[in-house]
């Protein structure tokens, strides 16, 4: 079983939608946790950090929950913009473990 | 937010060639930095983790006689292919860790883009 999976997708989701991804983590050792956006033949970009009493930046909203071992990002109201690959990362002592990563496509 | 400059953006070489990759954190400095390696349509890869002042630490299967790291100051580490083949073509992203590692936000290089003929 990988350390942090996530869905690949694509998810393929009309303009203005709400959207929601997860993922888990195998590892309760795992101490912090971030969401990327990588977009195509691009380096991966902060989105946010992500905790337990979960946290909202404009239209996403990021939360982890320790107890089933997962985070979530929800994307409310999506734009075209929002279409990339977003990276789960989940940080253990010293290693920093990426998912592979959910392709979203936002539809006009 | 935190600067990570990598250069060069893109390499084209011969078969045989060495191709060596800067990555500096411009604003912040990094005792940790890593290099990864992305083939299209994959996901991020780490190769490396690259320690200011010791030895680079390899992931399993990746070759450290191929692919040499320096981390000479805590702004400036290096990834050198050597003798790069075709099969080493590969987007390379290196990425520092921000002061105090207690934060562990990994803040990341532009990429380099490496074809080799």
């Known amino acids: 079983r990988k350390e942090v999976e996530q869905d690949p997708g694509p998810f393929n989701v009309p303009e203005g939608a709400t959207v929601a991804f997860n993922c888990t983590y195998s590892n309760s050792a795992s101490q912090s946790f971030f969401w990327y956006r990588q977009d195509c033949r691009k380096e991966p970009k902060l989105l946010m950090s992500?905790?337990?009493s979960g946290n909202e930046d404009g239209r996403f909203t990021a939360q982890l929950n320790r107890a089933s071992q997962y985070i979530s990002l929800l994307i409310r109201d999506s734009k075209l913009s929002d279409s990339a690959t977003y990276l789960c990362v989940v940080n253990r002592d010293d290693k920093i473990i990426f998912g592979k990563g959910t392709r979203l496509h936002i539809l006009p | 937010g935190a600067v990570v400059s990598q250069h060069p953006s893109r390499v084209i070489c011969k078969s045989g060639t060495s191709v060596k990759i800067e990555c500096r954190s411009l604003?912040?400095?990094?005792?940790?930095m890593f290099w990864y390696r992305q083939f299209p349509k994959q996901s991020l890869m780490l190769m490396a983790t690259s320690n200011e002042g010791s030895k680079a630490t390899y992931e399993q299967g990746v070759e450290k006689d191929k692919f040499l790291i320096n981390h000479a100051s805590l702004t400036l580490s290096t990834l050198t292919v050597t003798s790069a083949h075709p099969e080493d073509s590969s987007f390379y992203i290196c990425?520092?860790?921000?002061?105090?590692?207690?934060?562990?936000?990994?803040?990341f290089g532009a990429g380099t883009r490496l074809s080799v003929l």
């Open positions: 604003d912040f400095q990094a005792t940790t």
């Open positions: 992500v905790y337990s």
């Open positions: 990425s520092a860790r921000d002061l105090p590692e207690a934060k562990n936000i990994q803040y």
